[in-house]
């Protein structure tokens, strides 16, 4: 019985992820078609290059790019990576979601669903800002205020899963995001633009309702060490000089410290007994 229980348990995650890789495949056309005038829901995906329309098992997530090599069937040009990366990483974050919310499903199940659909739309809007900041090195704001607008509902949604599933967000909760996004505006004051953008700003302001100032705070310092680490790596491996004017898209680090910060519910005091500071 056991046994059955646990395979039933995998088998539910590996549709979440295929789910999850199917829904990536989708976020690819957002980013993509996003501020290029083209529908995002009407069309059928096109190659690119030589723009032949792509057969059903041409679209199929992460298999058909390693099927074919990363290359197009007809004309070879080779298939961005960001097709799999975006597909792979959805389907790996709606996975990481479902796990985290999976106590909430021996309460009341309902609860559970509710709560995986609702932070996995909310993180699939980030993946999409993550991919088009480094892409283009600006949050649109069309995408952030989007964000920020579900975010501040996300204040009246008790993500404990125990309990009343709707309640009335603490004075702490509703000050989050102002709180966090303060100093990323300021930054921006201060360096006319240079260091930050206004972007950033905005994206804390909505990071700070979906997390709450303590966790919060501890997703913006993991963002900064995993940002000054990814630098380096950058420098050592491509002895390009960075410097001011080189622009790095912060955005994806926020979002990663923030994903990170809300899967293991790691609020400042966690973070500084984990690394003694
Ligand atoms: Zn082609």
């Known amino acids: 019985m056991g046994d059955i229980l646990m395979y039933m348990d995998i088998l539910i995650f590996v549709f979440i992820f295929l789910l999850g890789t199917i829904i990536g495949s989708f976020l690819n056309v957002v ?8 529908k995002i829901t009407s069309g059928r995906s096109i190659c690119m290059t030589c723009s032949r329309t792509l057969r059903w098992y041409e679209l199929i997530p992460v298999l058909s790019y390693v099927l074919q090599l990363g290359k197009c069937r007809r004309c070879s040009e080779r298939i961005s990576h960001q097709y799999p990366l975006v597909e792979l990483v959805t389907g790996a974050v709606f996975v990481l979601i479902a796990y985290h919310f999976l106590p909430a499903l021996f309460f009341v199940p309902i609860t559970f669903l509710f709560l ?32 920020t607008f579900f975010a501040f509902l996300s204040l009246f949604v008790n993500h404990f899963g125990v309990g009343q599933l709707f309640i009335l967000p603490s004075l702490s909760f509703i000050l989050a995001g102002p709180v966090l996004a303060l100093p990323f505006a300021l930054l921006w004051i201060l360096s006319k ?50 410097n001011m004017k080189t622009e790095i898209p912060f955005a994806p680090f926020l979002i990663l410290g923030a994903f990170i910060a809300f899967l293991f519910s790691l609020d400042i005091f966690a973070l500084a007994r984990i690394f003694q500071f």
């Open 193 to 242: 633009g240079k260091w930050m953008g206004l972007g950033d700003a905005k994206l804390m302001l909505g990071l700070g309702w979906m997390l709450g100032i303590s966790v919060g705070l501890a997703g913006v310092i993991l963002a900064f060490w995993i940002g000054a680490v990814v630098s380096l790596a950058v420098l050592f491996f491509t002895k390009k000089m960075i």
């Open 31 to 38: 980013i993509f078609r996003f501020n290029t005038g083209k």
């Open 116 to 147: 995986v659909v609702f932070y996995v739309f909310l993180f699939s809007i980030l993946i999409v800002i993550s991919v088009y900041d480094i892409r283009h090195k600006v949050i649109p704001d069309k995408l952030v205020y989007t964000f």
